[in-house]
T-cell receptor, first 114, second 113 residues
């Protein structure tokens, strides 16, 4: 299957600072990438859909000014959590679509805001 | 709107036995894709199996097979010869071919040695 790499796997940041998470498709070009947040023992919550070269589409209730998504190339999308607060601590996971029909996931990133 | 329902929050199975995880979905579309993803304790989401709605033959991947009932909108996953490494959360998912994906709430499977 296609490989998606996400970095960093774990990050700790101070409250009020910003942190960036990268999602890369290693062996295919992904016109569309997705960002999810997952709470403990819960399903994936779609935050936004990222299309290369255009603005991301955010789901209802997701603050686009807080969760900045950039999809500058066909192999890289980034999620920046701005002015992070402890309630932003969570597991964030990205996925990329190969053909519009199947998605492959990155390893996920644990964010802890202290 | 598309919905995916997994009615079994938790299941367990003895090692080497067979277990079936249930999934139902609702859609008005005729062409779509269905998936099972596995999320072990590492939290990495792994694609287990994929089924294209227009294919009548049930997909299989080694010990994993599906029972796809299109009329009933049912898509169950059978795991044969269960292994300890199969312990994980399993998510059923639906894609409408328009780059939109919908996930069920997951089934936590424990394989008992």
């Amino acid at each position: 299957g296609a490989v998606v790499s996400q970095h960093p796997s774990r990050v700790i940041c101070k409250s009020g600072t910003s942190v960036k998470i990268e999602c890369r498709s290693l062996d295919f070009q992904a016109t569309t990438m997705f960002w999810y947040r997952q709470f403990p023992k819960k399903s994936l919550m779609l935050m936004a859909t990222s299309n290369e070269g255009s603005k991301a589409t955010y789901e209802q209730g997701v603050e686009k000014d807080k969760f900045l998504i950039n999809h500058a190339s066909l192999t890289l999308s980034t999620l920046t959590v701005t002015s992070a607060h402890p309630e932003d601590s969570s597991f964030y996971i990205c996925s990329a679509s190969t053909d519009g029909n199947t998605i492959y996931f990155g390893e996920g990133s644990w964010l802890t805001v202290v | 709107a598309q919905t995916v329902t997994q009615s079994q929050p938790e299941m367990s199975v003895q090692e080497a036995e067979t277990v079936t995880l249930s999934c139902t979905y609702d859609t008005s579309e005729s062409n779509y894709y269905l998936f099972w993803y596995k999320q072990p304790p590492s939290r990495q989401m792994i694609l287990v199996i994929r089924q294209e709605a227009y294919k009548q033959q049930n997909a299989t991947e080694n010990r994993f097979s599906v029972n796809f009932q299109k009329a009933a909108k049912s898509f169950s996953l059978k795991i044969s010869d269960s292994q300890l490494g199969d312990t994980a959360m399993y998510f059923c998912a639906f894609s409408n071919t328009g780059n939109q994906f919908y996930f069920g709430t997951g089934t936590s499977l424990t394989v008992i040695p």
